[in-house]
């Protein structure tokens, strides 16, 4: 069962969109690691971020889906992200790579704010394959 946490940093731009100020930029890019550690509300990163060779992330602009025939919530209260690794575009050939955790950035850079961050079970993929993440945010009332 995946384990997952709104940063606080997260919850400050949530604040802003409820006053009406836009953001400067919309949470956009998700991230993919190897880090396992449980998320929590003062994460800035992810544990072990996805990299070049150079140090750059390699986070990838998502696709970002709200009517319910894509998210599967008649109710509109959940955003679908989709963020999709080419073949060769995580490792290259036979090397492999375990991702477990998830991240939900504004942007592709070190600057960038971290809106969300999600453990999940190891998945080990090769450089022969592709990877496409799906992250559900669905919003919700405590009572």
């Known amino acids: 069962m995946p384990t997952r946490y709104i940063t606080d940093k997260g919850l400050q731009e949530l604040t802003k969109l409820h006053a009406g100020v836009k953001p400067s930029k919309p949470f956009s890019h998700l991230a993919v ?5 449980e998320p929590s ?11 070049t060779i150079e140090g750059e992330f390699k986070r990838k602009e998502a696709e970002v ?15 679908l992200f989709v ?12 090397d492999e790579y375990v991702v477990r955790e998830i991240g939900l950035f504004n942007g592709n850079k070190p600057e960038d704010v971290m809106y969300y961050r999600e453990v999940r079970g190891a998945l080990t993929i090769s450089g022969t394959v592709g990877l496409e993440v799906r992250l559900k945010c669905k919003f919700s009332r405590v009572v």
Do not use: M, Y
């Open 65 to 79: 889906f709200h009517a319910a025939e894509k998210t599967g919530d008649p109710t509109l209260t959940t955003n």
């Open 41 to 51: 509300a003062k994460d800035a990163g992810l544990q072990d971020e996805l990299r």
């Open 33 to 37: 690691g190897r880090g396992s550690a």
């Open 83 to 94: 963020a999709k690794w080419l073949p060769g575009d995580i490792v290259s050939g036979s």
